[in-house]
């Protein structure tokens, strides 16, 4: 039985290759202020993203015990990643048993290699593939079509996406920064023998993409398919894909060969435990109770679905994060996506901003660690900061994943990195993180501090605190990104107000029951936008 080195304990893992779909060329903020100037993709963003959290709040509201299937949820991955090598080689003999054979790759090249030798062994000219982030990490359409094998992608927003030369910017909904009137002009250029005037309507798109992939479905009984995996069971060798459309069921049970590309993460100890995850996934993911789709297959079995099974287990950077203790939680992710439809950031700039083929808050935490970050340069290095902390995402990741801890971890990482190599030990925001420290330490201080803040914003103009001149130390690098408004009366102050008040009026006869009090304090308009926004429920 083949043995993978999981880089436990005498050889540090590696990272990812350079070559993954990992890291963008620019850093995170250069790429959202072009985000944030298209009108359209944040139209999009924002009714796509509220569609989806309306339909997950609705069915979660459903399930009484949520709660308790969060966390067995999680309490079964810290499992996995407590016993990882020793699960992975249960996988391996159990896919064996059945009739599969296992490869393993350490990288995105040697899993490319691999998929490719199999493609070419068989004679493939086309492979039909199901939607799969792996193969996206890895580039493997790229690679195969450099080998002269076309990639057919099955999934419709995949199929959008690749038609349009474009790249996915959603873990569930690939193209959800497109519109249907997009998506048209997309098949009208790309599509052959489509009908010039189809219009925009969705049934109409989608049945374009049904007979262009049903010609292709027709060729498959000598084909190859190539698909990732959900879950991937340890004491069964059982795989398991979930999606919504039917595609997936037609490329796992068509083609003669089938080859599934899966993430050495991806693995549950046994497969009863899919009864945790069956419920949280597609709750979480499309909100729905379960998916239209779930297909569970074992290996190979004569004259019923593929005759040759190979199963590729990927690590490409997988053991780096593992090694990290305060990081490691980011390989419990179940891909439901969650976490990108509640983050403010996401919702603004959309995928494509991150540079990697994981975008939104997961991909924050999980990138960086996969690819490693050494440079401070490094536009990898910018990702942990594209977040406001708010917890949403924790909120509703059905695994529980601390993603917030997990930023200010990787934020204090990429500090102390800057420290090293710019020398700055004792630089001027160690300097003022430790003043702040003593001045919020001190209530006195701090009081005197946010009463005197609002009479010397006030000679600013404007509603809000805009760019800040240079020539002050620390604050413009807040303000050139922000408008923060001006400071309202603190809450000492209202207080300190409402107590004379209400001392007044006990001094007064026939004083009224409830009289008006003070208004409220400012919050600086947070909970007034959270109230439009509407919260998770």
Not at 395 to 405: A, F, Q, R, T
Request: hydrophobic share 40%; glycine share 8%.
């Amino acid at each position: 039985m083949d043995t993978v080195d999981l880089g436990m304990p005498s050889v540090r893992p590696q990272h990812a290759s350079p070559s993954s779909h990992l890291r963008g060329t620019r850093g995170f903020p250069a790429a959202a202020r072009d985000a944030l100037g298209d009108e359209v993709l944040r139209g999009n963003l924002t009714y796509a993203t509220a569609t989806i959290q309306a339909k997950r709040a609705s069915v979660v509201r459903e399930m009484r015990d949520w709660q308790k299937l969060r966390d067995a949820g999680s309490a079964l991955k810290w499992h996995v990643t407590d016993h990882l090598p020793e699960l992975l080689e249960q996988l391996e003999a159990s896919v064996t048993a059945a009739g599969g054979t296992v490869h393993w790759a350490r990288d995105a090249e040697e899993a490319g290699e691999i998929v490719t030798r199999l493609t070419l062994e068989r004679g493939a000219q086309d492979v039909l593939k199901v939607k799969s982030m792996a193969t996206q990490e890895i580039g493997l359409n790229e690679t195969l079509a450099h080998a002269g094998v076309r990639v057919i992608e099955s999934d419709l927003a995949e199929l959008i996406v690749q038609l349009a030369g474009d790249a996915p910017s959603h873990i569930l909904v690939p193209a959800i920064h497109r519109n249907r009137a997009q998506i048209r002009e997309i098949f009208l250029q790309a599509m052959p023998d489509i009908d010039p005037e189809i219009t925009d309507d969705p049934a109409a798109l989608a049945g374009a993409a049904r007979r262009f992939l049903r010609e292709r479905f027709l060729d498959m009984e000598q084909s190859v398919a190539i698909s990732g995996a959900n879950f991937a069971v340890a004491d069964t060798g059982t795989l398991v894909v979930v999606e919504s459309e039917g595609n997936g069921r037609m490329c796992l049970t068509l083609p003669r060969t089938l080859i599934s590309v899966v993430g050495i993460e991806k693995i549950v100890p046994s497969f009863q435990d899919l009864e945790v995850f069956l419920q949280l996934l597609p709750r979480s993911s499309t909100g729905e109770r379960m998916n239209p789709y779930t297909t569970l297959f074992t290996g190979v079995a004569e004259g019923d679905g593929p005759q040759e099974f190979h199963l590729v287990l990927l690590d490409n950077g997988r053991s780096a994060v593992l090694e990290n203790p305060e990081g490691r939680s980011a390989l419990h992710c179940i891909r439901c996506s969650a976490c990108l439809n509640v983050c403010p950031v996401y919702q603004r700039t959309g995928g494509h901003a991150y540079g990697s083929t994981y975008p939104g808050p997961i991909g924050a935490i999980l990138s960086p660690q996969m690819t490693g970050v050494s440079d401070p340069e490094d536009p990898n290095a910018t990702l942990p900061y594209a977040s406001s902390l708010c917890g949403a995402c924790y909120d509703v990741c059905p695994v529980k994943i601390d993603i917030p801890s997990i930023l200010v971890h990787l934020r204090a990482k990429e500090v102390d990195q800057r420290r090293e190599a710019r020398g700055q030990f004792r630089g001027t925001w160690d300097v003022a993180m430790k003043g702040a420290g003593r001045l919020m330490s001190s209530p006195r201080a701090y009081d005197a501090a946010v009463r005197s803040a609002g009479p010397l914003s006030r000679v600013l103009p404007g509603e809000n605190i805009g760019r800040l001149p240079g020539v002050l130390p620390l604050v413009p690098g807040w303000t050139d990104h922000r408008d923060l408004p001006h400071p309202g009366q603190s809450f000492r102050s209202w207080w300190a107000a409402r107590e004379k008040h209400s001392a007044a009026r006990d001094q007064q006869p026939g004083a009224r029951d409830e009289p008006e009090q003070p208004k409220t304090p400012r919050s600086g308009g947070g909970a007034d936008r959270t109230a439009q926004n509407g919260g998770e429920a």
